[in-house]
């Protein structure tokens, strides 16, 4: 088929977690895919939504896109989000040479 460039089409074997917790007013059910693609930085999917971001420790900082990407409908509960993901995402020093 000669419409596509292939791009990449790799193979890889990762570690996947899934995590379930709730705040004082939510319940989050979260899929964490770690793998050496994009670079370095872990896929953290909702389970509820199928919303899904390439998030590392870094990314944490930013509530305000945590709050966009998983349609949460307060600052605070993004807060909640980003402090138990900080614990358990790594910081990717590899992915601020393409910030």
Partial sequence: MDLFD???DE??????RFVGFTTENVRYDFGVIY???????PLVVCM???RSTLMDAADLKNTDNIQK??????KQ???DLSAFFEESLPFSPIAEQYD
């Fill in 69 to 74: 990407v998983f349609r949460i409908s307060s």
């Fill in 35 to 41: 793998t050496n693609m994009f670079f370095g930085k």
């Fill in 6 to 8: 292939k791009l990449y």
């Fill in 11 to 16: 193979d890889e074997t990762v570690k996947v």
């Fill in 48 to 50: 509820q939504t199928g």
């Fill in 77 to 79: 509960e993004a807060e």
